[in-house]
């Protein structure tokens, strides 16, 4: 679960960046805020229905 929260945290701090009046190559970082909502909601929906956040664990 604490993946998952950090992963969150770090969204919240992408979009800090991106709206920010100083932010440089903003195309670029909606390109990679694009990318980091898919993988949060990956993680979150992971999180939601198994409660597994690791995936690769044996």
Do not use: R
């Not at 979009?15 to 993988?39: D, R």
Request: glycine share 4%.
């Amino acid at each position: 679960m604490n993946k998952t929260l950090l992963k969150i945290l770090m969204f919240a701090l992408l979009i800090l960046f991106i709206i920010s009046p100083f932010a440089a190559l903003a195309s670029l970082m909606l390109v990679v805020l694009v990318s980091a909502f898919f993988f949060l909601l990956g993680d979150v929906f992971q999180a939601i229905i198994s409660g597994d956040t690791d995936p690769n664990k044996s």
